[in-house]
Every structure is written in C-alpha cells, then in structure tokens.
C-alpha cells in the first residue's frame, strides 16, 4: 500500500520560490511514474510534472521554465520546484505515484487515486 506525504507549502508573495516536498512509502515497483498536479475547488486537476524510474522529467507548458522536479531515490522524496510564483499559482498541491512509466504519458498520473492529502500554496 503506498503512501504519500507532500509539505513544504504556505503562504507567499508574488515572485517568492516554494520546494514542496513527497515521502513516498510502500512501494515496490520496479518502474513506475510519480508527479504532481493541483487542484482549485470546482476545477478539474491540472498537471504540473512527473518522472519515471528512468528518470526522465516532464513539465507542463502551463508551468514550464518556473517548476521543476526532482526525486531524491535516498530518501524516497519527490521535490517539486516553483520559482516566481504567481497569485494564479494558488491551488492545493499533490504528489502522486502509479507502477509504470507508461503513467507518464500525457500526464495520466494525475487520474490515480494513489496520491497525498495534499499541501496547500497561497500566492498573493
């Protein structure tokens, strides 16, 4: 059963850097794809970035040249980067992780139900 538990969000000006942070437990896949999307109340989820176990990154152009991702295989930790952030950037933030990198394809780890409670960012 795995388990997922984002933090690192909070409430920041415009233009100000956040690093969120995902442990990842429980898991024994031998490929698999992790990522994270967000959420506003009454809007669909939005997908931000993913990695596989290959390490190949993707980062959607919504977001591109601000966020990056990265994962950390020591500590089971999956980072996402957001630089300059923007009042538009506000949304709750999740990390989500499925066996196989095919989940990576045209985001498709964001419909898992394999994912955090989430952290929320507030940009004003």
């Known amino acids: 059963h795995v388990q997922l538990v984002e933090s690192g969000g909070g409430s920041v000006q415009a233009g100000e850097s956040l690093r969120l942070s995902c442990v990842v437990s429980g898991y024994r896949y031998s490929t698999y794809c992790m990522g994270w999307f967000r959420q506003v109340p009454g809007n669909e989820r939005e997908p931000l970035a993913s990695?596989?176990?290959?390490?190949?990154?993707s980062v959607a152009d919504s977001v591109k040249g601000r966020f990056t991702i990265s994962q950390d295989g020591a500590k089971n930790t999956l980072y996402l980067h957001m630089n300059n952030l923007k009042p538009e950037d506000t949304a709750m933030y999740y990390c989500?992780?499925?066996?196989?990198?095919?989940?990576?394809?045209?985001?498709?780890?964001?419909?898992?139900?394999?994912r955090g409670q989430g952290t929320q960012v507030t940009v004003s």
């Open positions: 989500a992780a499925e066996a196989g990198r095919r989940m990576c394809l045209a985001f498709s780890i964001i419909h898992t139900n394999s």
């Open positions: 990695i596989d176990s290959d390490g190949r990154t």
